[in-house]
């Protein structure tokens, strides 16, 4: 069966369906991450609620400032929760696809193809919206979606350049304008 389909979905809508999509591809992080600012604010709570008889119970013990410790100690538990759900939600994206794959990289009159045994996409050149250029690697963009050309593709420092120049050269006036400051040093401007 062949299909042929033309649409357009506006801005908003695109926006709230990325939302619902991305809590639904990870909705353990998704749950864990709102599970985390409870605790946090329940945690702020308690201690405020609390904090005078938990601190004179722990005078009467010998301990001062035990709120004030409770407090860092909550703060400390917060930040190593956060780096752990950031390498959690890390992992999880890494076993959705192999980042390891080689992608096969083309340049035409019409624009860039980076194809990989899984996935093919094709970049207009009017598709282009910014061009970055990082220390080891040159980034385009289409809206939200970046394609990565590491340094370690180009023969050499001048085919990297020469291909910095081709694609800012072939850009529209809205995205050379705003990709000027990411590739002025690399186009010689």
């Not at 538990?77 to 794959?101: C, E, H, N, P, S």
């Not at 193809?113 to 899984?118: H, I, L, N, S, V």
């Not at 980034?139 to 180009?154: D, E, G, I, K, R």
């Not at 072939?170 to 010689?188: P, Q, T």
């Amino acid at each position: 069966m062949q299909r042929e389909l033309h649409y357009q979905v506006p801005f908003d809508v695109l926006a709230k369906i990325g939302r619902s999509a991305g809590r639904k591809a990870y909705r353990s992080a998704w749950y864990l991450n709102w599970l985390l600012i409870a605790s946090f604010l329940v945690a702020v709570v308690l201690l405020i609620v609390f904090g005078d008889a938990l601190d004179r119970s722990m005078r009467r013990a010998g301990i001062s400032y035990s709120v004030e410790a409770s407090f860092i100690l909550v703060c400390v538990l917060m930040i190593a929760a956060v780096l752990w759900l950031r390498r959690f939600t890390r992992g999880r994206a890494k076993a959705r696809t192999d980042y390891d794959q080689t992608i096969h990289f083309t340049q035409d009159d019409g624009g860039l193809r980076f194809a990989t045994a899984e996935i093919e996409t094709y970049l207009k050149w009017q598709g282009i919206t910014q061009l970055l250029v990082e220390h080891n690697a040159v980034v385009v963009s289409h809206a939200n979606l970046f394609y990565v050309v590491p340094n370690s593709a180009f023969a050499s420092a001048d085919a990297r350049i020469e291909f910095i120049r081709d694609v800012y050269g072939r850009l529209s006036d809205k995205a050379r304008a705003i990709s000027e400051r990411y590739v002025r040093a690399a186009i010689g401007g």
